[in-house]
């Protein structure tokens, strides 16, 4: 069964940090690229951070570059995703996907609010 679970989230201060996490199981999870996404309410889920299969090579979205960072260990079978300096904006739910040719994959979900 596959399953891809974040965790992490809460309520955090701006200009403070959190780190995140998603546990994949069910799959070869090094054949995956895998992807952050964020949904804030009434918008629509956008990219946020993705790495390739070796950690080798990361994307950003223009928004959280030079705040966030996204890694993750092939042999825990675990990505994460290291926001600092945060801000109101970066509230949304966040959520972990896993691709490659022929599948995709969606975690559930892990909130991430940012208020004083």
């Known amino acids: 069964q596959v399953q891809l679970v974040e965790s992490g989230g809460g309520l955090v201060q701006p200009g403070g940090s959190l780190r995140i996490t998603c546990a994949a199981s069910?799959?070869?999870?090094?054949?995956?690229?895998m992807t952050w996404y964020r949904q804030a309410p009434g918008k629509q889920r956008e990219l946020v951070a993705s790495?390739?299969?070796?950690?080798?090579?990361?994307n950003y979205a223009d928004s959280v570059k030079g705040r966030f960072t996204i890694s993750r260990d092939n042999a825990k079978n675990m990505v994460y995703l290291q926001m600092n300096n945060l801000n109101s904006e970066d509230t949304a739910v966040y959520y972990c996907?896993?691709?490659?040719?022929?599948?995709?994959?969606w975690g559930q979900g892990t909130q991430v609010t940012v208020s004083s």
């Open positions: 996907h896993a691709w490659r040719a022929g599948a995709l994959y």
């Open positions: 069910g799959f070869t999870f090094s054949s995956y690229v």
């Open positions: 790495t390739t299969r070796t950690g080798g090579t990361t």
